[in-house]
């Protein structure tokens, strides 16, 4: 039966090591449906919660390369349910994914929740547009808060996605997450600073 990501990525080569694992049958008999080619309100609330991803490309000589892009929470923008976008700031100035996309739009994503302990796998065709080809879709995906300098849209169409198991993500939480986690007890701490600081006070009395 169809299982859309694994049927890109479960190539000879990977079906050869699935079977000297033991573990070929896990997919040849797979019972079910998993095609995953359009996105459900699942995926859409998971997204608009990251603030990072792993980008993978591969160059004309055949080596891939992954590249870690990040902005503020929901910066990679769902435009409908087959369609991903977000602007691609300024860096290093190597630009390796961007050249590599010239020489073949195939992209491999990997979105991580740390705390939450998910992550997503995304199959995609990517588009490079200027800033100035579709007015609308930059303003949409444009953060005028964010302090980078724009110079591209990554605009990725959908093929195939999954979700992994949790096992081996470590949680790990922002600096955002852990804030707000410590903001009732700072605010104890601090109730309890001037109830002390009172009780001095008549003390002295």
């Not at 859309?4 to 000879?12: E, K, L, N, Q, V």
């Not at 991803?53 to 990679?76: C, D, I, K, M, N």
């Not at 879709?137 to 169409?157: H, M, Q, S, W």
């Not at 955002?176 to 001037?194: C, G, K, S």
């Amino acid at each position: 039966m169809a299982y859309g990501f694994m049927d890109i990525a479960r190539t000879p080569s990977v079906q050869a090591a699935q079977a000297e694992m033991g573990a070929d049958h896990l997919w040849t008999d797979f019972s079910g449906h998993r095609e995953f080619n359009r996105f459900s309100d699942q995926e859409e609330a998971f997204i608009a919660e990251q603030d990072t991803l792993y980008l993978a490309s591969v160059s004309e000589t055949g080596w891939p390369y992954v590249q870690h892009r990040g902005g503020p929470p929901g910066f990679l923008k769902m435009l409908d349910d087959q369609t991903l976008a977000f602007a691609d700031y300024r860096g290093n100035r190597q630009y390796i994914s961007t050249g590599n996309f010239k020489a073949s739009d195939r992209a491999c994503m990997i979105l991580v929740d740390y705390p939450r302990r998910a992550r997503l796998k995304i199959y995609a065709h990517v588009e490079t547009l200027a800033l100035d080809a579709d007015p609308h879709l930059t303003n949409r995906v444009l953060d005028r808060a964010y302090g980078g300098k724009p110079e591209r849209i990554f605009k990725l169409r959908l093929q195939a996605f999954d979700w992994n198991c949790p096992q081996h993500i470590t949680r790990r939480f922002t600096e955002a997450q852990i804030a707000t986690v410590a903001q009732p007890l700072r605010e104890r701490i601090e109730q309890l600073e001037r109830e002390n600081a009172s009780l001095r006070e008549k003390l002295k009395l």
